[in-house]
């Protein structure tokens, strides 16, 4: 014990020493700037990331408990501290596609208060105090709408600076100077006044925006400004994915430590902080994987509740992507017999796809449609034709092509994106080094090898099934991109990001498990707290590169 307790400060004194090392990359940046409150910024932010690290430790490796503590309860340390942490160096805006997010649950938060959400056009509205989040440069000039409502004038809209979409030194400034107090409003408008978003929110089950938008309206009724919303909005969310993932954790009967793993990647830990409904999808997706898990190899009888709760995941989570309908097949690990019968099963088969489907057709009617009907697709971003549903059908050779070309040269890009080499709104300047990347991908491959005494639990077949499912999903993601974003002049299939994976990499890397490869020590905690280790160097380093990017 006294030598784990000794090894674990040693780990936190090396990113200490990294953290001095950036100190004075921030230091740089600050003085070119003459923003010295950098410096002290950074200066807190080392310091929490210390506390975290040795808190972290000490309930690792706790003195008098075998083990320390349970791994359920230490992730909850890990993720709320961490979560915590990204959240504050990658502010409001700056995870993939939140402004959209932002807006979409913004618009439910005006249906829980039961205000006015949408202008005729569609376009939600928000507070006349917050429009300065989409329009920090201050260009927009606005006019009366025939719905009565401030709208901003097209020509005014080009120009726009949005808060976080690019994250320099000048959004730190930005976020320091507003505070949790200030309040900036357009001219002529006033705290009652409802403006129009130019930014449309994100078409899909309100389901994947409740906890953010719970956020935000409580923000709105205790009347905190557009930091104070964006951030308790946020903070709600984390609270969601701690709590699902705490709870997957806690009911799953093995892997628990690679689950634990893939919520500590960088990438898990930037959306877990942000609005984004990857949010509601990875926790949703996380415990549906363990009660699949757990009525498989753990518990003898499936009862109503199971199933019951089987639905609701699928039925929350399933229509933010269509893609991971596939993910029912996990299901089909658990035996027949603990339905009871065949009876059982195909009643609680049919709940869950029942459940799937009628959400689906409730959010997703109209997509399902035109990708089915359309014999021609274009392309809005690229300006070009793209590719049908139809089209694909009558070329297969065109489609195996393209796959093949994707997995060939995206390989790599999908890796990097998964675990967070590039953070913000895949800002290649924001990125984590490769080396770092690395270890994390090494961490979670050692997370799920089998170790000594470890008894396996999944047979041959179900670790096939299970990898058939996973790729299928990824399969899914790519044809659905196919579809919905690439050009036909590209050569490979446009806008799938590695963060798609995230919901089943922990069952993924399960499926990993054999009787030929074997750690010779169980040191899963230790790997943990390196991972703990690698994301507080990740923060420090991600503050000081924004410090200088002026």
Known sequence: MKKNNSSWMWLAAVVAAFGVWHFLDVR?????????WLMTGYLCLGAMVMFCLWAIGGFLWRPGHKGGISLERI????????????????????????????????????????????????????????????DVGGCYEYEAGEDGYLRVKPQTAENTWVLGATLTEDTYRTIRQQGFSGRIYPEGTDADTLMVSIHSPVVTTPAGFVPQAFGMALARLLGLNTLGLLYLGRL???????????????????GGEVMVGTALLPMTLHLSASLSYDVMIMGCLFYFTAVCLDLAYEKEQVEKRDVAVLMILMAAAGPCKMIYGVFMGLCLLIPVKRFGGWKGWVLSAAAVLGAWGIAMAAVNTRTILSYATETESYVAWAEEPGYSLFYLIHHPIRLIQMFYQT?????????????????????????????????FTVCLLCLAMKKPGEMLRMSGKDRVWVSVLCAACTAAAMLSMLIAWTAMSSQVIEGV?????????PVLLM????????????????????MCCANGYVLLRLYSVVSMRL
């Open 28 to 36: 740089a940046g600050a003085l070119e700037s003459r923003d010295t």
């Open 75 to 134: 992730y909850l340390v890990m993720g709320l501290s961490f979560g915590i942490l990204y959240m504050l160096v990658l502010p409001p805006l700056s995870a993939p596609d939140e402004l959209r997010h932002y807006v979409t649950a913004y618009q439910l938060s005006s249906c829980f208060l039961g205000q006015p959400s949408n202008s005729a056009s569609g376009h939600v509205l928000v507070r006349a105090e917050d429009m300065w989040l989409e």
């Open 236 to 254: 709600f969310n984390l609270l969601f994915f701690v709590g699902m993932t705490f709870l997957a954790i806690r009911r799953i009967p093995f």
């Open 407 to 439: 997995i060939v040269w995206q390989a790599e890009h999908y890796h990097l994106t998964m675990i967070g080499a590039y953070l913000g709104n895949l800002d290649q300047i924001l990125n984590v080094p490769y080396v770092v990347v690395v270890f």
């Open 497 to 505: 990001q590695g963060r798609y994976f995230l919901p089943f990499l």
């Open 511 to 530: 499926a990993f498990k054999n009787d030929t490869i074997i750690l010779t020590k169980n040191g899963n905690r230790s790997i943990l707290y390196l």
